[in-house]
């Protein structure tokens, strides 16, 4: 769950998770870290250990955009992959997860609506851009 609040004029958004008994747990502390952060379109990994997700108006040097985030679910550990999925004025898609959870296939979006994709290694810590002008839709797996 995606929790949203103001507090004080600011602008507060966080990832919560709630148990079949109803216990509330806080995920994320974007609030600590970043002025008026939002969480846009995010997805869990195949095994459901982590979250990806685009967290816009971070301020690297007056780049002020959306940037890929994962989040481990069980030790609260999250990472900025420093991945730029567009500007204000654009909102990339939920990223795709890859059958093994090792995969991330996200979009940069341009303003003009054009977009790249990219794959992000989780586990070895890069990112490739693959293709431009295209957009996408999923992993394709052999039967």
Partial sequence: IIGTEYILGEFRQEIFTISRDGEKRQLTNLAGEYSDARINNYSWSPDGRSIA??????????????YLMVIDVATGSMTNYCVFGGSEHTSPEAPIWSPSGELLAVEYLRDDGSAII???????????RILED????GWMTSP
């Fill in 53 to 66: 997700f685009w967290v816009d108006r971070i301020e690297y040097s007056s780049r002020t955009g959306h």
């Fill in 134 to 137: 295209y957009r996408s839709i």
């Fill in 118 to 128: 990219i794959v992000v290694d989780l586990t070895d810590g890069y990112a490739a």
